[in-house]
């Protein structure tokens, strides 16, 4: 007896390429109808072997491994559905294909049920056989496609730009690799600064379409007005100002993909055109009569609600259900805090180097501070206060006090608090406390020298000079006047 495996396990271990033959079990009592099967079967290049009633069949299939079983539903001994129950007791990814008299469908309906993978009634033409034995291979390719993603992506920390170790982060990850290879509409959930951007630009680089352009249009930030010939493009004298034929987002996305970074602000007028190019990808430019056809793949990406903006009847319905195939949503960074430490590492590393340090840490209480926070403007929160703290702290350590007011607080953390502190000498105290202050100022000042050198009531040339000597980044394009 052969052991028992799960599927994802057995089709791992098995190999569906054209290179190895696959095995195929045929079960059929009559003659001339398993001779005329196998015949065709070794024809098309499969290895095959046959038995004549279920017992044997069953008993081969203990024996010798195979990857398909035809198998008639009505045979001497065990029965077409006990030939099946014995194959996915023994193995859960060797596919089976039933046949059955014209008239017996639901005895076939209860095979499907049982786990075969598609039926075939009786009398058939050999080629018939063929297409369904293809789709099952094809079927399987993409089963196995899957795991492999899955696999590729477990555990990664980073996954095309996109950090993350949380379970659910995990989750999106394969869910990218998956949805990637499709053609569909993705919709990406999140409020801002949870990643949509990268997550969208994940989706397109491991598309198909990945070396054809990625273009993005953020229907928020441009005015109505503008949006509809910036979609779709102009002939000139359209309208007023509009000088030369210009070429829309659309036309520039052929081939590749479109995505509409907050979709749900585009003003109804706009949604109603949209509809019209996803569903029959075409469109004419303003001031046009030419129909143009593109070949886009949309992602869209929105911080609302978008079926509450269809209740309110500020998104169309059939664009929402359009545009919503494939959905993603990003949880915000405080539901995921196990992901904090990894990002925070990440941008330590990123602007560091930028500022030309090395060695960067942060103090315990700056850490319980990034951990314990709650941060509205999520990971671009974090990045940005990690990028304050990087350019304003001195030494190794970034401490509690480097950190951004919004992070701070009111609080004051006595761990880190350099009056408290016993191990130093004053004079190290003083000039500690002095470089406390300094980045705070210009913390405050936005990093503005004229500014913080008159909050602190020295000249810009005394600045200088303590910038200096506290070793602060004098390049920081933050830290110039
Ligand atoms: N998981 C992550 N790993 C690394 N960097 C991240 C991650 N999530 C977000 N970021 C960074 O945070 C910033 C914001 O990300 P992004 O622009 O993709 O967010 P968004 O959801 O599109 O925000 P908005 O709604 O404001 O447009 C970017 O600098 C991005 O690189
Ligand atoms: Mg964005």
Same mark, same amino acid.
């Given at each position: 007896?052969?052991?028992?495996?799960? &599927?994802?396990?057995?089709?791992?271990?098995?190999?569906?390429?054209?290179?190895?033959?696959?095995?195929?079990?045929?079960?059929?009592?009559?003659?001339?109808?398993?001779?005329?099967?196998?015949?065709?079967?070794?024809?098309?290049?499969?290895?095959?072997?046959?038995?004549?009633?279920?017992?044997?069949?069953?008993?081969?299939?203990?024996?010798?491994?195979?990857?398909?079983?035809?198998?008639?539903?009505?045979?001497?001994?065990?029965?077409?559905?006990?030939?099946?129950?014995?194959?996915?007791?023994?193995?859960?990814?060797?596919?089976?294909?039933?046949?059955t008299?014209f008239a017996d469908v639901k005895t076939a309906v209860?095979?499907?049920?049982?786990? %075969?993978?598609?039926y075939?009634s009786?009398?058939?033409?050999?080629?018939?056989?063929?297409?369904?034995?293809?789709?099952?291979?094809?079927?399987?390719?993409?089963?196995?496609?899957?795991?492999?993603?899955?696999?590729?992506?477990?555990?990664?920390?980073?996954?095309?730009?996109?950090?993350?170790?949380?379970?659910?982060?995990?989750?999106?990850?394969?869910?990218?690799?998956?949805?990637?290879?499709? !053609?569909?509409?993705?919709?990406?959930?999140?409020?801002?600064?949870?990643?949509?951007?990268?997550?969208?630009?994940?989706?397109?680089?491991?598309?198909?379409?990945? !070396?054809?352009?990625?273009?993005?249009?953020?229907?928020?930030?441009?005015?109505?007005?503008?949006?509809?010939?910036?979609?779709?493009?102009?002939?000139?004298?359209?309208?007023?100002?509009?000088?030369?034929?210009?070429?829309?987002?659309?036309?520039? %996305?052929?081939?590749?993909?479109?995505?509409?970074?907050?979709?749900?602000?585009?003003?109804?007028?706009?949604?109603?055109?949209?509809?019209?190019?996803?569903?029959?990808?075409?469109?004419?430019?303003?001031?046009?009569?030419?129909?143009?056809?593109?070949?886009?793949?949309?992602?869209?990406?929105?911080? &609302?609600?978008?079926?509450?903006?269809?209740?309110? !009847?500020?998104?169309?319905?059939?664009?929402?259900?359009?545009?919503?195939?494939?959905?993603?949503?990003?949880?915000?960074?405080?539901?995921?805090?196990? !992901?904090?430490?990894?990002?925070?590492?990440?941008?330590?590393?990123?602007?560091?180097?930028?500022?030309?340090?090395?060695?960067?840490?942060?103090?315990?209480?700056?850490?319980?501070?990034?951990?314990?926070?709650?941060?509205?403007?999520?990971?671009?929160?974090?990045?940005?206060?990690?990028?304050?703290?990087?350019?304003?702290?001195?030494?190794?350590?970034?401490?509690?006090?480097?950190?951004?007011?919004?992070?701070?607080?009111?609080?004051?953390?006595?761990? @880190?608090?350099?009056?408290?502190?016993?191990?130093?000498?004053?004079?190290?105290?003083?000039? %500690?406390?002095?470089?406390?202050?300094?980045?705070?100022?210009?913390?405050?000042?936005?990093?503005? &020298?004229?500014?913080?050198?008159?909050?602190?009531?020295?000249?810009?040339?005394?600045?200088?000079?303590?910038?200096?000597?506290?070793?602060?980044?004098?390049?920081?394009? @933050?830290?110039?006047?």
């Amino acid at each position: 007896m052969k052991t028992l495996h799960t &599927k994802e396990e057995g089709l791992k271990n098995r190999s569906f390429s054209k290179a190895m033959p696959m095995k195929i079990l045929v079960i059929e009592d009559e003659f001339s109808v398993r001779f005329g099967i196998s015949c065709t079967l070794e024809g098309a290049g499969y290895k095959v072997m046959s038995a004549e009633n279920g017992i044997e069949g069953i008993k081969l299939f203990e024996k010798v491994h195979f990857d398909i079983v035809i198998t008639d539903l009505k045979l001497p001994g065990a029965d077409g559905i006990e030939v099946l129950k014995s194959v996915r007791n023994i193995s859960h990814d060797a596919g089976v294909i039933v046949i059955t008299a014209f008239a017996d469908v639901k005895t076939a309906v209860e095979a499907m049920k049982e786990g %075969a993978y598609d039926y075939i009634s009786k009398p058939f033409d050999p080629a018939e056989l063929l297409i369904v034995l293809d789709r099952f291979i094809k079927h399987r390719g993409l089963e196995l496609e899957n795991i492999r993603l899955k696999e590729e992506v477990k555990d990664k920390k980073q996954f095309e730009r996109i950090i993350g170790i949380s379970p659910v982060m995990q989750t999106i990850f394969e869910k990218i690799s998956v949805i990637a290879k499709t !053609d569909s509409s993705v919709m990406i959930y999140g409020e801002s600064g949870t990643g949509k951007e990268l997550v969208a630009n994940a989706i397109h680089n491991l598309s198909p379409r990945k !070396d054809n352009p990625f273009i993005k249009i953020n229907c928020a930030a441009i005015p109505e007005t503008l949006l509809e010939s910036e979609l779709f493009g102009h002939e000139k004298g359209a309208f007023t100002g509009a000088a030369q034929r210009r070429k829309g987002k659309f036309e520039s %996305a052929d081939g590749g993909t479109i995505f509409f970074d907050e979709v749900g602000d585009m003003p109804l007028s706009l949604q109603a055109k949209l509809l019209r190019v996803l569903e029959s990808h075409t469109f004419e430019r303003l001031g046009g009569n030419e129909s143009l056809t593109v070949d886009v793949r949309t992602i869209c990406a929105t911080r &609302k609600n978008l079926k509450d903006e269809v209740k309110a !009847d500020k998104f169309r319905e059939d664009l929402y259900y359009r545009v919503n195939v494939l959905p993603v949503t990003l949880p915000p960074l405080r539901e995921r805090k196990e !992901d904090i430490p990894l990002l925070a590492e990440h941008f330590i590393e990123v602007f560091s180097k930028k500022a030309g340090k090395t060695n960067l840490t942060l103090s315990p209480a700056a850490m319980d501070r990034i951990m314990t926070y709650e941060y509205p403007g999520n990971v671009r929160e974090l990045r940005h206060a990690i990028e304050m703290a990087v350019t304003y702290c001195s030494g190794n350590i970034i401490g509690f006090n480097c950190l951004p007011a919004e992070l701070k607080g009111n609080g004051i953390d006595k761990s @880190d608090d350099i009056l408290t502190r016993e191990d130093i000498s004053l004079t190290e105290r003083v000039r %500690a406390l002095e470089r406390e202050i300094i980045a705070n100022t210009l913390e405050e000042t936005s990093g503005r &020298k004229k500014e913080a050198a008159k909050k602190l009531k020295i000249s810009r040339e005394t600045l200088w000079r303590k910038l200096k000597e506290h070793g602060f980044p004098m390049s920081t394009p @933050d830290l110039e006047d």
